[in-house]
């Protein structure tokens, strides 16, 4: 194999005509919000459910919501639009 040139020990320097990469071209394949802060700005993009610590927030008389009769919180631990809005204006505030 090495007399035929398939098998070779001789350490060859990175060659770019020869990536095994995919050429780059001019499209985008996405787009990354970056924070310089590292907070979270949006409630979508809290993984934590919400649902809890919604419920919290109400025993602290922060807001108020019966979770328990409502359909969307019982079934959802992102919670329905009233936990997710709440959740979203006291982000803001900070």
Do not use: W
């Not at 770019?16 to 990469?21: R, V």
């Not at 996405?30 to 927030?57: C, F, N, S, W």
């Amino acid at each position: 194999m090495i007399e035929s040139g398939d098998l070779s020990f001789i350490d060859n320097p990175p060659n770019a005509q020869h990536n095994p990469l995919p050429p780059h071209g001019p499209a985008v394949n996405m787009v990354e919000e970056y924070q310089e802060d590292g907070r979270i700005h949006r409630v979508q993009d809290i993984k934590t459910p919400l649902v809890p610590i919604h419920a919290r927030m109400c025993e602290a008389t922060f807001f108020n919501h019966d979770h328990a009769t409502c359909n969307e919180c019982s079934a959802n631990p992102r919670g329905c639009l009233l936990v997710r809005r709440d959740i979203q204006r006291m982000m803001d505030a900070l």
